[in-house]
Each structure stands twice: as structure tokens, then as C-alpha cells.
């Protein structure tokens, strides 16, 4: 899932910042992580800090740009704590208290000034080149670095592509886009929040603003912004910024906003899942939770959830394996939903659609059995092989199959 989305963001040339995690455990060297960068994504890695060792022997960062170390310290996990600072690398206090990782790191240092790419701004405003930190998320090491950089380079909100025309941040009535929806993130009161990016004008706090697809104006009043865990209530947003809104499963991913031109955002991709599980239950009398807490794990985007147009089993479809695994702890926890999820003889899947809404009808008639509708009620063809795909593709030339779709948008 991670290099389709990052494949996304190199043919667009959106920046990509990089952070190795987990860096106080043992992991692979990170002269060998680079070079997979590099190869798997095609684009030139700028390592801005560089780990200390790893594992237990994991002391800290050194950062390139500024000629400084910073000290690990492990046992405080999600402290929010300022770790110690030493300046330069030949500092006597390093030498005598990590002889053997400051002669490693020395080494590996000379080594990456000579073979890797320096930082270079225009280039990674160009998409071209990656800067790349390494850490320990889960101990808050490592994550400050990343959030100055993010200051001082990231670019300034950019113009959006829209249905009817360009919108530029600099536009004064407000507009935005839902990229996001994350359910349960106060496990105390089973919240849904719709994360929304102002793409133009300014956002106040109780401000109307005109819900597109649903054509409807909606007061918001509790709006708020995450750091982590943490949230704080917004009085106002302009263009770049990421805002929370209350979601009471009225809205979705790729839904627009503004102060009433009908404005649709467009670039938002949906994949076609590579991997496919039926589900089933273990107490039929939790059926009402499955399908309310897949319907919202598939708003939220965790997994997709198809409708067989025969049969009776829903078919869950993942871009990843993992993406199961998370799905199944979620329902557990979050739905009391104890579930189950099995192969099927499912390989791909595709996006159908035409303009002659009676070719699309013969289609489901004749191949009722592979079809299915998606949650946006978007039919789609599932296949048992490749060959079976190509075959169909060739017998229903007329037919549109897709890979990936727009967000919010219905295919015709």
C-alpha cells in the first residue's frame, strides 16, 4: 500500500519526506534501506540525519545539515522530552562515551557525503529528491527534526485541480476537501472524524458552508485540530491547514466544501484491491455490527467492502495483507465483532462502467456471478485469474474496466 501511494506522489512530483522508524531496534543497514529507496521509488534519497548504531547499541542521530548529535535515551516510550544535544563530531564527550559507534559512525558519515545526493530544496519541491531521518517514533526520537524541516521547506498551498476549474489558495471564499476519515479516535464515545484540507480562503468556527454532493449547508461549530493523540478546538483555518470535522457518517472521502460554488476536487485515487478475503462470524447474532463496522471501516478507506450481485457473502479487498489483520482487531474491538476472514478464489478486481446503461445491464445478467457493487454503489468485475480478466475485457469491448477511480466520484 505504501509504495502504491508513494508511486502516486512521484508521477504527480509531490515532496516526499522519509523517516526511518524503529531505529532502537535491530533492523537492516541503513546504507542497504537507501539503496532499496532508491530503486523500488526512483528517486534520489538526501539523508539529513544518521542513526548510531541500532538496537541496544542505538545512541542516537547525527544530523548532517547542522553538524550536531542527538542523544538517545530508551525506556521513556511517547515521553515528550528534549533529548540531549552535543555539538559537533569530533566532540571529546562523544569519544568517551561511545568509542567504538563514533569511529563507526565517522566512517559511515565520509562514506555518505561521498555516495549520497546533498539536500538540494528545488529538488525535493520537484519531487525528485527524498530527505531522510531516522528514529524512534514511538520514544518522540527523531520526530522534532522532521517537524522543523517540515517548516522550513514544505511548500506553500498549491492550486487544486476541480471539476469546473483551478482553485488557487489565494482565492478569499472558503473551499476544502474530506482525504480522510478515521472512526473511534475516542474510544469513549465512538467519534467519526472527517479530516478536511482548506484549499482556499479562511475557515471560522460556526462559519455555514455548503456540503457539494449532498447539496446541503451545514453550521460547524466543533471543529479541531490532532497532534498525535492530542486536540485542541479551531477558531479559524486558511489554505494548507488540516482541520477535524465531526462526522455522523454523512460524509466521505473526496467530498468538497465551500461557501456554495459547486466545486468538486478531483485527484483523490482509489486502487483496485490486489488481495481478497470472504467474511464471516462467529455469532450470527452480531451481524448488525459486521455490516455497520464495515460500512465504516470502508468509509474510512481501511478496507474495501463489495456486495456480491449473487451470493450472500460480502468481499472484503485489500491492497495490502496486513490491511486484514487490522480490520479483524478493529471489529473486535471497536464492534464486538469477533470475525473470521477466508481465501476466495477472487484474484482482481476492476472498476466497470459505460455509457449505455443497457451494455452494463446485459453485463451483470450474463456475468452475475463475478459481479458486484462497491459502498459507493460503483459496479465492479471480480475476477477469478488474469486470464479470466483479459478474457472478459476482450468479449465486452464496450465496457470501461478500471484500476483505480476518483474518490467521491460515481462512475457512469
Known amino acids: 500500500q505504501t509504495i502504491k501511494l508513494l508511486a502516486v506522489c512521484r508521477m504527480r512530483n509531490t ?3 522519509t523517516f526511518m522508524n524503529k531505529m532502537d531496534r535491530e533492523t537492516r543497514d541503513p546504507l542497504d534501506l537507501l539503496d532499496e529507496l532508491e530503486s523500488v521509488l526512483k528517486i534520489q534519497c538526501a539523508p539529513v540525519t544518521w542513526p548510531i548504531g541500532m538496537g541496544k547499541n542505538f545512541r542516537g542521530v547525527y ?11 530508551a525506556g521513556d516510550e511517547k515521553a515528550d522530552q528534549s533529548f540531549e544535544v552535543l555539538k559537533g563530531i569530533d566532540n571529546p564527550r562523544l569519544v568517551a562515551m561511545f568509542p567504538l559507534e563514533i569511529e563507526q559512525l565517522k566512517m559511515e558519515v565520509e562514506l555518505v557525503h561521498g555516495a549520497s545526493h546533498p539536500f538540494d530544496l528545488e529538488q525535493f519541491l520537484a519531487g ?4 531522510v531521518f531516522f528514529g524512534s517514533a514511538i520514544n518522540n526520537f527523531g520526530v522534532r527534526e522532521i517537524l522543523s524541516a517540515l517548516v522550513d521547506w514544505a511548500p506553500a498551498p498549491r492550486e487544486r485541480d476541480a471539476t469546473l476549474r483551478v482553485v488557487a489558495p489565494t482565492e478569499v471564499p472558503f473551499s476544502g476537501f474530506v482525504f480522510k476519515i478515521q472512526a473511534n479516535m475516542d474510544p469513549a464515545h465512538r467519534d467519526r472524524i472527517a479530516f478536511l484540507r482548506v484549499c482556499s480562503g479562511r475557515f471560522e468556527r460556526g462559519m455555514k458552508i455548503k456540503h457539494l454532493r449532498l447539496n446541503r449547508e451545514i453550521k460547524v461549530s466543533n471543529v479541531v485540530t490532532f497532534m498525535a493523540s492530542s486536540r485542541e478546538q479551531v477558531e479559524e483555518a486558511y489554505a494548507g491547514d488540516i482541520i477535524g470535522l465531526p462526522n455522523h457518517g454523512n460524509m466521505q472521502i473526496g467530498d468538497s466544501f465551500s ?3 459547486m ?8 486502487f483496485a484491491p490486489d488481495f481478497f478475503r470472504s467474511v464471516r462470524i462467529r455469532n450470527p447474532l452480531k451481524i448488525k455490527q459486521l455490516h455497520k463496522g464495515l460500512q465504516q471501516l470502508g468509509e474510512e478507506g481501511a478496507v474495501q467492502v463489495f456486495k456480491p450481485v449473487q451470493g450472500g457473502e460480502l468481499v472484503l479487498g485489500a491492497v495490502g495483507v496486513l490491511q486484514f489483520e487490522v480490520v479483524a482487531s478493529r471489529l473486535l474491538n471497536e464492534y464486538g465483532v469477533d470475525a473470521v476472514f477466508e481465501g476466495t478464489s477472487i484474484s482482481s478486481a476492476r472498476w466497470v462502467s459505460c455509457a449505455d446503461k443497457r451494455i452494463l445491464q446485459d453485463f ?3 456475468l452475475g456471478h463475478n ?3 462497491d459502498a459507493a454503489g460503483n459496479m465492479a468485475y471480480l475476477a477469478t485469474s488474469g486470464v479470466n480478466l483479459r478474457l472478459t475485457e476482450e468479449r465486452w469491448p464496450k465496457l470501461t474496466f478500471h484500476a483505480t477511480r476518483e474518490h467521491a466520484v460515481k462512475l457512469v
Open 259 to 261: 461557501e456554495g460554488e
Open 371 to 373: 459481479v458486484a457493487y
Open 263 to 270: 466545486l468538486q476536487f478531483t485527484g483523490i485515487p482509489y
Open 364 to 366: 451483470e445478467t450474463a
Open 15 to 17: 515532496p516526499i519526506v
Open 63 to 73: 544530523h548532517l545539515l547542522r553538524d550536531e548529535i542527538m542523544l538517545f535515551k
Open 128 to 131: 525528485v529528491q527524498t530527505p
